[in-house]
């Protein structure tokens, strides 16, 4: 059983950073990690996702501003966040793709707010 540990939500004024990780405590063969999120009335969305080659992917929204990367050792991603706008406000979910399955965390509240 995968179980993804979410940390590193809150509250932060615009223009604030913010640093989520996500752990995959014990898992082999990850083959990508990533960070959704879903704003009040809209589709979830994918946010940034790191494959186990090292390449990337980040939504046009958050390029430049967002940089997403890996700490094999600890199968943990982290999301770095800087330059944070109220539209950033969201649930951030991490996921993970291990032996051809995706799982999900349970999310982690980010509100972005003077």
């Known amino acids: 059983q995968v179980q993804l540990v979410e940390s590193g939500g809150g509250l932060v004024q615009p223009g604030g950073s913010l640093r989520l990780s996500c752990a995959a405590p014990?898992?082999?063969?990850?083959?990508?990690m990533g960070w959704y999120r879903q704003a009040p009335g809209k589709e979830r969305e994918l946010v940034a996702a790191v494959f186990a080659g090292g390449s990337t992917n980040y939504a046009d929204s958050v390029k430049g501003r967002f940089t997403i990367y890996r700490e094999d050792a600890k199968n943990t991603v982290h999301l770095q966040m800087n330059s944070l706008k109220p539209a950033d406000t969201a649930v951030y979910y991490c996921?993970?793709?291990?032996?051809?399955?995706?799982?999900w965390g349970q999310g982690t509240p980010v509100t972005v707010a003077s």
């Open positions: 014990g898992s082999i063969g990850i083959y990508a």
């Open positions: 996921s993970a793709v291990i032996g051809g399955e995706e799982y």
